[in-house]
């Protein structure tokens, strides 16, 4: 195993050789395929009524990408050794292919973060209100342009590619992949956050928790706890919004989040094109929903506005007040999780 620095380079990566046994292209496509019927089944389990969104976008050009990686890998193993509009393939094309995407998938995980960010943030202030299709256009075009944008930047990069022609001298059965240092600290900052809130307002959210019920409500299975009756329809604070934000996210993402501990302390290196994945992605979307919604709790009215879009939690049904006279003999009102 061995360590790749450049003195010339602005950024910082890991380059990470295993010698793979007789059958690495096999197990390289088996991980490929093992990651797309992953993104297809977080795909189909996700709430389809959701509004556009950047991410949502970019999720589905991800997993088109994976698509087209394991095409490749396919198709080259299968025929082995031909020639394409003049261009030689052989299996020494598999692990550059491989490579080209680990490095594009390391180098997006920040841009995607901080576009999706400023897409929620304009979407929650109104700043911007296009029309839909519009907005359809637009971020069909954004997402091409970034996926161009860090590409171009993996190919023309001196580094990389020394890095990259540097494959030659690796035989078949020896392909380096690399680990993206953005994901590890943008995974690190996420759970250093949900920490610290917990820790802020863990007296709260216990006592949430010991409250919450399980029933079924118009053919749904619900959470409820009952929750005082001066609370309003709005966000009031921003320190009683946040135990209802916590119990909302982690009842959701409660083993990602155990599963990104468990990578932090035992510093697992989980390859770039492994590691961005749409569970991932969906995973920063709720976190950024949420630190949205903190950050502005001033301006929540759940009665009157449309929320941004989260595919797994239901943030909207996480405050509304009912008053459900006929559940379990309950005649207070009650705050309805769904999660």
């Not at 929540?300 to 379990?328: G, Q, S, Y």
Request: aromatic share 18%.
């Amino acid at each position: 195993m061995t360590a790749l620095t450049s003195e010339n380079c602005s950024f910082q990566y890991q380059l990470h050789q295993t010698s793979q046994p007789l059958d690495g292209n096999c197990l390289l496509f088996l991980i490929t395929l093992g990651k797309i019927l992953l993104n297809i089944l977080t795909l189909g389990m996700r709430r389809k009524n959701t509004h556009q969104n950047f991410m949502e976008y970019f999720c589905i050009s991800l997993a088109f990408t994976d698509l087209l990686l394991l095409v490749n890998i396919s198709i080259i193993s299968y025929f082995r050794d031909f020639v394409l509009l003049g261009i030689r393939f052989t299996k020494y094309h598999i692990c550059l292919f491989t490579q080209i995407i680990s490095f594009t998938y390391g180098f997006l995980h920040y841009p995607v973060f901080l576009i999706a960010c400023i897409d929620y943030y304009l979407n929650f202030s109104k700043a911007t209100k296009l029309p839909f299709k519009c907005q359809k256009v637009f971020y069909f075009f954004a997402v091409i342009l970034i996926w161009i944008s860090v590409l171009t930047y993996v190919l023309g990069d001196p580094a990389i590619y020394q890095s990259l022609k540097a494959q030659n001298v690796y035989s078949y059965h020896q392909c380096p992949f690399y680990i993206s240092i953005q994901s590890y600290w943008l995974s690190f900052s996420m759970v250093m956050i949900l920490f610290m809130a917990f820790i802020t307002s863990w007296s709260e959210v216990i006592t949430l928790v010991q409250a919450v019920r399980i029933t079924s409500y118009m053919n749904e299975t619900i959470l409820y706890f009952p929750f005082s009756s001066h609370s309003s329809y709005t966000g009031s604070s921003k320190k009683t919004l946040l135990p209802k934000l916590i119990v909302c996210f982690l009842g959701t993402w409660l083993p990602f989040v155990l599963l990104q501990i468990i990578i932090l302390l035992l510093k697992v290196q989980i390859p770039a094109y492994i590691e961005m994945n749409i569970p991932w992605l969906y995973f920063v979307n709720s976190f950024l929903i949420a630190t949205v919604f903190w950050f502005n709790c001033h301006k929540l009215n759940f009665r009157n506005m449309a929320l941004p879009a989260d595919p797994f939690v239901n943030w909207k049904c996480c405050f509304i007040p009912l008053t459900i006279h006929n559940l379990e003999q309950i005649e207070k009102p009650i705050s309805v999780i769904i999660c």
